[in-house]
């Protein structure tokens, strides 16, 4: 499975994104899907996940109630919606899927808020 993030950009501080990650290759499995993301000097930390059916969403305390995961299997395409970003949001985002672990990584996008 090969995973190609995209989206990121600068945006004002109470701004929004939309980030997609497109998987190709082999995408039949019944995988989870979610989103991470690696701020400059910190470790990657979880943001968001989703099982196959994308009947269950996940979120960290910190982005729950401003982001909002969702995935398309028929596009193969999983989404991330960004509202009231803010400074501390400024980080690598990467999509990743597998199951159980996360097998797969996309490369990564930058979001970058500013204040």
Known sequence: VQLQASGGGLVQSGGSLRLSCAASGRTSGNYRMGWFRQAPGKEREFVARTTWSGGAT????????????????????????????????TAVYYCAAGYPQYDYWGQGTLVTVSS
């Open 58 to 89: 996940y979120y960290a305390d910190s982005v729950k109630g401003r982001f909002t995961i969702s995935r398309d299997n028929a596009k193969n395409a999983l989404y991330l919606q960004m509202n009231s970003l803010k400074p501390e949001d």
